[in-house]
Structures are given as C-alpha cells and as structure tokens.
C-alpha cells in the first residue's frame, strides 16, 4: 500500500507495517527549512519540499516553486497527495526579510514582503487543508489518530517589534494570530496549528535580508540585529521545536525557541507595552 514502511517493533521484535507520515515544508533547501527536513527524515518521515532554488540532494525531493506562484503550489501539492493519498504535516517556512526606515521603504517591498511572508503562507495553509481533513477524521482512508499538523515558522520578532524591520515584524504577528485563528477552524477535524517563534538564527537568511534607504540609524541598528543572529542559535534547534511539534498529539498553539526566546515572550506578557517598547528602543535606535 502507498504510504507504507517496515519497522521493528521495541516490544515484540515483530516486523510491523507502519504508515509513513508525509511532510511538506516550504523554503526546504536552506537554513530553519533544510534542518527541519533532514530531521523528519532521520525520524521516518517522508519529506517533500517547495523552494525556488533548486535543491542538489538526495534524500528528498524539492519542487521548485515561487510560494507566490499559487497555480504551481495547487499543481505540487495535488502531485503530492496523488502519489502519497495523505499529507500529515505542513511547515510553512518560506520567509524573507527587508530592512529599514519606513519612510525609505518602497510600496513595492511592502507588498512583496506581506506576499512572501503571510499571503503566501495562508493561501498555503488554505490549498493544503482539503487534503488533510478527510485523513485525520473517522473514516478517511488514511486516519492519523495523532491528527495533522500546520506548523508555520513566525519570529519572536512578532511579539517584541523590531524598529527598522517594521514590516518583517508586522508579517511574522500576522502568522501567529492567522495560526491562532484557524486553529478553533481546524480543531472538529482533528488538524492542530501551531506558530513556532524562534529568535536569533544563524542561517542565511542574514545575508540574504533586502535593506533599502540610507538612514544612518537604520543602518546602525540593521548591523547590531545581523550580529546577534551571527551568533545565534543553530537552525537544528529550531528544528528540534518543530518535530516536537509535529509528533506531539495536542500541541500548544505557540511555542518559541531557545531560553532567551522564552524570557523575552514570558516579559512581553508581564511588562506594560511602553515600557518593552523603551527597551528595544535602547537596544536598537541609541
């Protein structure tokens, strides 16, 4: 049967047949997305990716898309679900960043960053919805008891605004309350969401991050934010979160990534507004 693999059972020594969970994960041929693949696979999964760049490996396979391109998203994941009959787990990870003074920044970065980083993902959340509903509720052909997962990459960013990332801030809050949203949609067919925040990354999107005008001070705290993610937390550990979301029967609605992730979410909910706001103005616009 499509779908299926053998493995060993820890109890018995028995041979059992197992339905092999089926994974899409956009932007997958790099940094958060290309972590979160291999360690699917390493955990039994089988990973399908959407990435522009073409992905040079082996151990899955990549659909080259644009997530923006939404008739092609609609053909690879119809092309999935034919070859597979189920899709279990979606991470929407594909992102971009642009930085700098808003009043610098273009009306055309504005909407290409709003259509990468949230209209892309909830046109994606959207087209793959259908082909979960009817595998994880009583009677599907394929029933998952665990329940399907949307997992949709946001930032701790979206909680604690960052100046001169205005925009990239304003997508990733948008994430978490779509996730949120959808998550009381999706609950009566047993499909769980959940916004996964990380921090701090040291992946290529750094390099990768689009900065426009030429405001000294947008600069400046540009730099400073491009040093911390230098250092940051490996894109394996954001990984990590997201298995443990993916094999997680009810998983929470947020989770974010890291100990400094979880103070800086834990004091956005204890400290008055103005005053998170004063601190980042210290840490990023002195």
């Known amino acids: 049967m499509v779908g299926k693999y053998a493995k060993v059972s820890h109890i018995t020594g028995v041979i059992v047949l197992t339905m092999q969970k089926i994974a899409v994960i956009t932007g997958a041929t790099s940094g958060i997305g ?78 290409k960053i709003v259509g990468v980083n949230l209209t892309a993902l909830c046109v994606l959340c959207s087209k793959t919805v259908p082909y979960m509903r009817g595998n994880c509720a009583k009677g599907g052909s394929h029933v998952n008891p665990e329940g399907a997962k949307i997992i949709n990459i946001s930032s701790v960013g979206g909680i604690m605004p960052l100046p001169y990332q205005a925009m990239y ?26 916004a996964v925040l990380p921090n701090d990354t040291k992946t290529g999107f750094t390099e990768a991050r689009l ?63 103005r005053l998170i706001n004063y601190i980042i103005y210290k840490m990023y616009c002195k």
């Open 34 to 111: 290309l972590a979160c693949a291999k360690l699917l696979i390493s955990k039994g999964y089988k990973v399908y990716g959407i990435a522009r760049r073409p992905y040079s490996g082996t151990d899955f396979e990549c659909f080259s898309a644009d997530v923006c391109d939404y008739a092609a998203i609609d053909r690879i994941l119809k092309e999935i679900y034919t070859r597979e009959g189920h899709i279990d787990v979606l991470v929407n990870n594909a992102g971009m960043g642009i930085a700098g003074a808003i009043e610098e920044a273009s009306p055309e970065s504005i909407d």
């Open 169 to 194: 801030s304003a997508t990733k809050a948008g994430v978490e309350v779509f996730s949120r949203a959808i998550a009381n949609e999706l609950k009566p067919y047993n499909i769980k969401v959940c």
């Open 211 to 273: 900065c426009e005008g030429t405001n000294s001070r947008a600069i400046k705290s540009v730099e400073k934010m491009a040093r911390d993610e230098r250092r940051g937390k490996s894109p394996q550990l954001v990984a990590r979160v997201v298995y443990k979301v993916a094999r997680h029967k009810n998983p929470p609605l947020r989770v974010s990534v890291g100990g400094i992730s979880k103070l800086e979410v834990f004091l956005s909910r204890l400290l008055p507004v």
